[in-house]
């Protein structure tokens, strides 16, 4: 029985007893997993089976239980076809239920084959004669048939009919020869070939083959020899690939027999090859595939059920199975086992091999432990993989911990004594009320040591909460828990001040209470005494219960005082100050509002009293630190003295006086009335009006002049920079083509489009002079010297606006509209493509980023990165054609694959409804995504902004990164302007945002938003916060992402690693990629 525990308290009667959760009917393909669903109610103290056809489950690397589900992790079509029952269990009664039977419908299809049904036998196959071939497949459900000849799709026509699974050829031909195969399809996919069926249609004028070629399977490196024997052939021809005829080199010899000899066959040499006998116009030709061997190497996940490392512990006498699965090798390879002493395990005996699975019947220690290894070989050699089996052997408790009774602070430490295996086979656990205590408390908490065979809990400093049952948990894999007896650690609180007392100002006169609390095992009685005075205190002070209470507080209240705390347990006590003062008081405050004259100095009174002494402290508008100019100066009474006011210093004043009894302030609005003739820097005496105009217009003359010289030589400047830029443009551009060897063409080129400019030409003129001077100079201040180089391709990636069909507005960006449409060039077949324009062209700063843009997708090659298609640059506006798909951009197609359908909150757009995504899909388009992005960092490109509108999806289910970047329509509000930058805030981490640091690091960051958009649908992150609140706790670190709960906890894992704070924490691309590989191959076993 495959069974599963559930420890909780038992309660209810026999008959409540019910199923929750039945096992359903699934539909599986043989290979795939399954998880067959139990659950009972209530769920306390319930064990459960399983049973199939009536029979308790037999143990099975590819079945485990998690609770009451059974999983099965490949299913089988013979093994698993029955009924499957679930049995849950009452463990105090025994009382148990039967679930109703669930069957796995298991979906499957063999290898094809074909057969010759008529005539009989093939050397009685003649031209004109009437020919059937059928194609064996054994599978389940209805299938579809389809014929291929050397490989090509055989199409029905008057002589070659088609009916299911059988292929007619009426009145054959010579041409009819050749290599046949059938594909058969169902539910459970399509049928593998493993070999051809060579038909020879004989006849008296054309070439019959004697000696037919075969499929081969060589060794890398080994020759590779392919017979094609014909008779009466004038001439035997080879094809590679449908190129040849092929002809004897070093590397191939064609004998004239025509056999084929690759002398050392390598990859290159993988493929179809043709052999065509030839016969005065008849040519009968049959293709064959030649392959490399191959074979890959072992990994953990081979292991069945799956390890997290290569050690298995069973208990002694116990049984136990482990599975190997082959690994992928051209031809299949051979699995087997070997035993510690390297000897081959057969399939019978004690220790045994059945079907590539190790069965250990009966564990024994001192024989049946050891390394055990699988090996798996073919012709291209052998790979291994070992797993280590430790016996192991039940434990014992020696001596349980003792019950102590400590005082509260003491340190304290419990033992336990047991026998058993050194770890990991031996774990103990302390156990505090039966719950598992944490093995690392802190050190000021305690400390769990196990010296082998002695385990010590240790207190430093025991706590009240610490009291309650300890006891040890000795576990040995294959074997129950066994647990100590419980020992009782009774903590006894001492006495002590809670809080302790701290010293006091009292304000004169007013009401006033000093508290002093302290606790023990008993009651305390407390009461406070006042030093140097009797124990009677004045009537207006009272002691209640530990509690003083001033009911007035008078100057001679001040003094030294000791709080007492007793009980059965002894004495303790604390003495503190009471200091008695006077809280600040105004005795002149500042008139309000005051009125001053520009020029003319003021004075704002402010003076205040109070024990000890308050000081005074101004303030303009709230701001502490802008009075600090010598014109203002603070009186020894308090009052602020302006020597000289300005029409600034209008505004709020704050008088603040303050000491040990508090605070008190006064505002007053200082008014400043403009002053005739005053000049803050001159001597008003001295200047009279004619002076003033004299020195006015002089100044405004001399201004205006300083303007005109700048603008003048500014004006120069950039004339002389732009024609430098261009000479340096076009110098590159024709070292470019010296490097093609067409410079003369490009320079009359250059001479003729000079000649047609005219007047109406201007403005493109001046657009293009810009693109190939500024534009492309600070593109290249920023780019390597490959970029630098790269600028004259871009006339070899030029299209023609005439290509593109009528343009459909997608949205809008920061260099203009997007558009997609369909380019067709030369009859060549239509494709969707994306069109974006550039408008603004005199904006360097948009320029750059365009030009950035370009680069990106023009470097790059990849399935998973759109394609650039081309450059439109004959007329305004620049337009970039760029790779597009047919479901169009992910996030769209996110929000219509939403069960309510609603549309985004940043985009109106209701889209068509799309079927939504499973976990198994969202881990292939994220899979496809890092592919895509790491081939960008493997380049060092960085692309500073992936989220799921920057993404597109194909109904293929592919993904590809793109950059349409539609910041203004629709997704504008999934941008932020941040120091005057259009920012995708909610997908970027701290350092791009704050400190303008991009990086691969940055896009790994991003790279997990969008694998969280793909979960939840085209959510926007953070949708309840705005961008301010998004900005704030970025900037604090406490901006929190959390992974959808469906996916699977290693990618949950993965995406908290790509969002941690640190970009050095981060995962490489490499990594990503590694590790969601490895999970998109655990959610398919």
């Not at 558009?819 to 948009?846: C, P, R």
């Given at each position: 029985?495959?069974?599963?525990?559930?420890?909780?308290?038992?309660?209810?009667?026999?008959?409540?007893?019910?199923?929750?959760v039945?096992?359903?009917?699934?539909?599986?393909?043989?290979?795939?997993?399954?998880?067959?669903?139990?659950?009972?109610?209530?769920?306390?103290?319930?064990?459960?089976?399983?049973?199939?056809?009536?029979?308790?489950?037999?143990?099975?690397?590819?079945?485990?239980?998690?609770?009451?589900?059974?999983?099965?992790t490949?299913?089988?079509?013979?093994?698993?076809?029955?009924?499957?029952?679930c049995?849950?269990?009452?463990?105090?009664?025994?009382?148990?239920?039967?679930?109703?039977?669930?069957?796995?419908?298991?979906?499957?299809?063999s290898?094809?084959?074909?057969?010759?049904?008529?005539?009989?036998?093939?050397?009685?196959?003649?031209?004109?004669?009437?020919?059937?071939?059928?194609?064996?497949?054994?599978?389940?459900?209805?299938?579809?048939?389809?014929?291929?000849?050397?490989?090509?799709?055989?199409?029905?026509?008057?002589?070659?009919?088609?009916?299911?699974?059988?292929?007619?050829?009426?009145?054959?031909?010579?041409?009819?020869?050749?290599?046949?195969?059938?594909?058969?399809?169902?539910?459970?996919?399509?049928?593998?070939?493993?070999?051809s069926?060579?038909?020879?249609?004989?006849?008296n004028?054309?070439?019959?083959?004697?000696?037919?070629?075969?499929?081969?399977?060589?060794?890398?490196?080994?020759?590779?020899?392919?017979?094609?024997v014909?008779?009466?052939?004038?001439?035997?021809?080879?094809?590679f690939?449908?190129?040849?005829p092929?002809?004897?080199?070093?590397?191939?010899?064609?004998?004239?027999n025509?056999?084929?000899?690759?002398?050392?066959?390598d990859?290159?040499?993988?493929?179809?090859?043709?052999?065509?006998?030839?016969?005065?116009?008849?040519?009968?030709?049959?293709?064959?595939?030649?392959?490399?061997?191959?074979?890959?190497?072992?990994s953990?996940?081979?292991?069945?059920?799956?390890?997290?490392?290569?050690?298995?512990?069973?208990?002694?006498?116990?049984?136990?199975?482990?599975?190997?699965?082959?690994?992928?090798?051209?031809?299949?390879?051979?699995?087997?086992?070997?035993?510690?002493?390297?000897?081959?395990?057969?399939?019978?005996?004690?220790?045994?091999?059945?079907?590539?699975?190790?069965?250990?019947?009966?564990?024994?220690?001192?024989?049946?432990?050891?390394?055990?290894?699988?090996?798996?070989?073919?012709m291209?050699?052998?790979?291994?993989?070992?797993?280590?089996?430790?016996?192991?052997?039940?434990?014992s408790?020696?001596?349980?911990?003792?019950?102590?009774?400590?005082?509260?602070?003491?340190?304290?430490?419990?033992?336990c004594?047991?026998?058993?295996?050194?770890p990991?086979?031996?774990?103990?656990?302390?156990?505090?009320?039966?719950?598992?205590?944490?093995?690392?408390?802190?050190?000021?908490?305690?400390?769990?040591?196990?010296?082998?065979?002695?385990?010590?809990?240790?207190?430093?400093s025991?706590?009240l909460?610490?009291?309650?049952?300890?006891?040890?948990?000795?576990?040995?894999?294959?074997?129950?828990?066994?647990?100590?007896?419980p020992?009782?650690?009774?903590?006894?609180?001492?006495?002590?001040?809670?809080?302790q007392?701290?010293?006091?100002?009292?304000?004169?006169?007013?009401?006033?209470?000093?508290?002093?609390?302290?606790?023990?095992?008993?009651?305390?009685?407390?009461?406070?005494?006042?030093e140097?005075?009797?124990?009677?205190?004045?009537?207006?002070?009272?002691?209640?219960?530990?509690?003083?209470?001033?009911?007035?507080?008078?100057?001679?209240?001040?003094?030294?005082?000791?709080?007492?705390?007793?009980?059965?347990?002894g004495?303790?006590?604390?003495?503190?100050?009471?200091?008695?003062?006077?809280?600040?008081?105004?005795t002149?405050?500042?008139?309000?509002?005051?009125?001053?004259?520009?020029?003319?100095?003021?004075?704002?009174h402010?003076?205040?009293?109070?024990?000890?002494?308050?000081?005074?402290?101004?303030?303009?508008?709230?701001?502490?630190?802008n009075?600090?100019?010598?014109r203002?100066?603070?009186?020894?009474?308090?009052?602020?003295?302006?020597?000289?006011?300005?029409?600034?210093?209008?505004?709020?004043?704050?008088?603040?006086?303050?000491?040990?009894?508090?605070?008190?302030?006064?505002?007053?609005?200082?008014?400043?009335?403009?002053g005739?003739?005053?000049?803050?820097?001159?001597?008003?005496?001295?200047?009279?009006?004619?002076?003033?105009?004299?020195?006015?217009v002089?100044?405004?003359?001399?201004?205006?002049?300083?303007?005109?010289?700048?603008?003048?030589?500014l004006?120069?400047?950039?004339?002389?920079?732009?024609?430098?830029?261009?000479?340096?443009?076009?110098?590159?551009?024709?070292?470019?083509?010296?490097?093609?060897?067409?410079?003369?063409?490009?320079?009359?080129e250059?001479?003729?489009?000079?000649?047609?400019?005219?007047?109406?030409?201007?403005?493109?003129?001046?657009?293009?002079?810009?693109?190939?001077?500024?534009?492309?100079?600070?593109?290249?201040?920023?780019?390597?010297?490959?970029?630098?180089?790269?600028?004259?391709?871009?006339?070899?990636?030029?299209?023609?606006?005439?290509?593109?069909?009528?343009?459909?507005p997608?949205?809008?960006?920061?260099?203009?509209?997007?558009?997609?449409?369909?380019?067709?060039?030369?009859?060549?077949?239509?494709?969707?493509?994306?069109?974006?324009?550039?408008?603004?062209?005199?904006?360097e700063i948009?320029?750059?980023?365009?030009?950035?843009?370009l680069?990106?997708?023009?470097?790059?090659?990849?399935?998973?990165?759109?394609?650039?298609?081309?450059?439109?640059?004959e007329?305004?506006?620049?337009?970039?054609?760029?790779?597009?798909?047919?479901?169009?951009?992910?996030?769209?197609?996110?929000?219509?694959?939403?069960?309510?359908?609603?549309?985004?909150?940043?985009h109106e757009?209701?889209?068509?409804?799309?079927?939504?995504?499973?976990v198994?899909?969202i881990?292939?388009?994220?899979?496809?995504?890092?592919?895509?992005?790491?081939h960008?960092?493997?380049?060092?490109?960085?692309?500073?902004?992936?989220?799921a509108?920057?993404?597109?999806?194909?109904?293929?289910?592919?993904?590809?990164?793109?950059?349409?970047?539609?910041?203004?329509?629709?997704?504008?509000?999934?941008y932020?302007?941040?120091?005057?930058?259009?920012?995708?805030?909610?997908?970027?981490?701290?350092?791009?945002?704050?400190e303008?640091?991009?990086?691969?690091?940055?896009?790994?960051?991003?790279?997990?938003?969008?694998?969280?958009?793909?979960?939840?649908?085209?959510?926007?992150?953070?949708?309840?916060?705005?961008?301010?609140?998004?900005?704030?706790?970025?900037?604090?670190?406490?901006?929190?992402?959390?992974?959808?709960?469906?996916?699977?906890?290693?990618?949950?894992?993965?995406?908290?690693?790509?969002?941690?704070?640190?970009?050095?924490?981060?995962?490489?691309?490499?990594?990503?990629?590694?590790?969601?590989?490895?999970?998109?191959?655990?959610?398919?076993?």
């Amino acid at each position: 029985y495959l069974l599963f525990f559930i420890a909780a308290p038992a309660h209810g009667q026999d008959g409540d007893l019910y199923f929750s959760v039945s096992p359903a009917e699934h539909s599986v393909v043989e290979g795939l997993p399954v998880r067959l669903r139990c659950e009972a109610q209530p769920s306390s103290h319930v064990k459960y089976s399983w049973k199939i056809d009536g029979q308790p489950l037999a143990p099975s690397p590819r079945r485990h239980q998690v609770e009451g589900d059974l999983y099965i992790t490949r299913v089988n079509r013979i093994l698993d076809s029955g009924k499957f029952v679930c049995v849950a269990t009452l463990e105090e009664t025994g009382y148990s239920i039967e679930s109703s039977p669930a069957k796995i419908d298991v979906q499957w299809i063999s290898e094809a084959i074909v057969q010759l049904q008529q005539p009989k036998l093939p050397s009685t196959i003649h031209v004109d004669n009437e020919i059937e071939l059928r194609c064996h497949v054994d599978g389940s459900g209805d299938m579809k048939y389809e014929w291929f000849k050397n490989t090509v799709s055989v199409a029905k026509s008057d002589r070659v009919e088609i009916k299911k699974k059988k292929l007619h050829i009426h009145r054959a031909i010579p041409e009819d020869s050749g290599m046949y195969t059938c594909v058969a399809k169902n539910e459970a996919g399509a049928s593998p070939v493993t070999d051809s069926y060579p038909l020879i249609v004989s006849g008296n004028e054309t070439a019959t083959i004697k000696d037919v070629p075969r499929n081969l399977i060589t060794k890398r490196g080994e020759p590779a020899i392919l017979h094609c024997v014909f008779e009466n052939a004038d001439e035997v021809q080879w094809f590679f690939k449908e190129i040849g005829p092929l002809e004897s080199d070093e590397e191939r010899t064609i004998f004239e027999n025509g056999t084929l000899l690759i002398r050392a066959a390598d990859l290159r040499d993988q493929g179809f090859y043709s052999c065509h006998g030839i016969r005065d116009e008849t040519t009968v030709s049959y293709t064959v595939e030649l392959q490399i061997a191959y074979l890959l190497n072992f990994s953990v996940a081979a292991f069945e059920p799956k390890r997290p490392t290569q050690l298995a512990i069973v208990g002694e006498d116990q049984e136990f199975q482990i599975s190997c699965l082959e690994p992928l090798g051209l031809p299949s390879p051979k699995v087997y086992w070997k035993d510690p002493t390297g000897h081959i395990i057969s399939d019978t005996g004690p220790v045994r091999v059945q079907d590539n699975t190790l069965i250990i019947a009966k564990a024994r220690m001192g024989e049946d432990d050891g390394n055990y290894t699988c090996v798996a070989e073919n012709m291209a050699g052998e790979t291994d993989i070992s797993v280590q089996i430790v016996i192991s052997t039940p434990p014992s408790i020696i001596s349980s911990p003792e019950s102590l009774s400590v005082m509260e602070g003491d340190s304290v430490t419990l033992t336990c004594s047991y026998s058993g295996m050194e770890p990991p086979v031996t774990h103990v656990h302390w156990l505090k009320d039966e719950a598992q205590l944490r093995e690392s408390g802190g050190p000021t908490r305690y400390r769990v040591t196990d010296n082998h065979g002695n385990v010590t809990l240790h207190f430093k400093s025991v706590d009240l909460s610490d009291k309650g049952h300890y006891m040890c948990q000795v576990f040995t894999t294959g074997f129950p828990s066994l647990f100590s007896d419980p020992a009782i650690l009774t903590v006894e609180e001492k006495l002590k001040f809670s809080p302790q007392p701290v010293n006091k100002r009292l304000e004169l006169g007013s009401t006033a209470k000093v508290s002093c609390k302290a606790q023990g095992a008993t009651n305390p009685m407390v009461k406070w005494v006042k030093e140097g005075e009797d124990e009677e205190f004045p009537k207006h002070v009272q002691d209640i219960n530990g509690t003083l209470h001033f009911n007035g507080v008078l100057e001679e209240d001040k003094g030294r005082y000791t709080c007492i705390a007793s009980n059965a347990q002894g004495s303790i006590n604390h003495t503190i100050s009471i200091d008695v003062v006077i809280a600040p008081k105004f005795t002149v405050q500042p008139q309000n509002p005051t009125e001053a004259i520009e020029g003319y100095p003021v004075m704002l009174h402010c003076a205040a009293e109070g024990d000890p002494k308050p000081t005074i402290q101004w303030d303009k508008d709230s701001r502490m630190n802008n009075l600090d100019n010598p014109r203002f100066e603070v009186l020894s009474n308090g009052s602020l003295y302006i020597k000289e006011v300005y029409l600034s210093d209008e505004g709020k004043y704050g008088c603040t006086a303050g000491n040990s009894g508090g605070l008190k302030r006064e505002e007053v609005q200082l008014n400043v009335k403009a002053g005739d003739n005053y000049r803050a820097d001159m001597d008003l005496e001295a200047s009279d009006d004619g002076t003033m105009m004299t020195k006015t217009v002089t100044i405004t003359l001399s201004a205006a002049a300083g303007y005109m010289v700048l603008v003048v030589g500014l004006m120069l400047y950039c004339r002389y920079r732009r024609r430098r830029r261009k000479q340096q443009y076009l110098q590159e551009q024709t070292e470019e083509k010296i490097e093609n060897g067409d410079v003369q063409e490009e320079q009359t080129e250059l001479k003729e489009t000079g000649n047609k400019v005219n007047s109406t030409n201007k403005k493109k003129e001046n657009r293009d002079s810009h693109n190939k001077s500024d534009g492309a100079d600070t593109a290249h201040s920023q780019s390597s010297n490959q970029s630098r180089k790269s600028k004259s391709n871009y006339d070899k990636i030029a299209a023609s606006r005439s290509n593109l069909k009528e343009l459909k507005p997608l949205g809008r960006g920061e260099f203009g509209e997007i558009y997609s449409t369909k380019y067709q060039v030369d009859g060549d077949k239509e494709s969707l493509v994306m069109v974006k324009s550039l408008i603004n062209t005199k904006d360097e700063i948009a320029l750059q980023e365009f030009k950035r843009h370009l680069d990106l997708v023009h470097k790059l090659n990849h399935e998973n990165v759109v394609k650039l298609i081309g450059l439109c640059r004959e007329e305004e506006p620049d337009y970039m054609i760029l790779e597009y798909t047919d479901w169009g951009d992910l996030k769209q197609f996110l929000i219509a694959s939403r069960k309510d359908n609603n549309s985004s909150p940043t985009h109106e757009t209701k889209a068509p409804r799309a079927p939504q995504l499973s976990v198994a899909q969202i881990l292939s388009l994220s899979n496809q995504a890092a592919k895509g992005l790491k081939h960008l960092a493997d380049n060092r490109l960085v692309h500073k902004d992936i989220a799921a509108r920057n993404c597109l999806i194909a109904s293929n289910l592919t993904i590809k990164i793109s950059l349409p970047c539609m910041t203004k329509e629709p997704y504008q509000q999934e941008y932020t302007k941040h120091r005057n930058q259009i920012i995708p805030l909610r997908w970027l981490p701290y350092e791009a945002v704050y400190e303008d640091e991009y990086s691969t690091k940055s896009d790994v960051y991003s790279f997990s938003c969008l694998v969280w958009e793909m979960f939840h649908q085209g959510e926007l992150p953070f949708n309840k916060m705005n961008d301010e609140s998004v900005l704030t706790q970025l900037k604090t670190q406490t901006l929190t992402w959390k992974p959808h709960k469906a996916a699977p906890p290693a990618l949950q894992e993965l995406q908290t690693q790509c969002w941690a704070n640190d970009p050095r924490e981060r995962p490489t691309f490499d990594e990503v990629v590694s590790k969601i590989g490895e999970i998109v191959v655990d959610s398919c076993l």
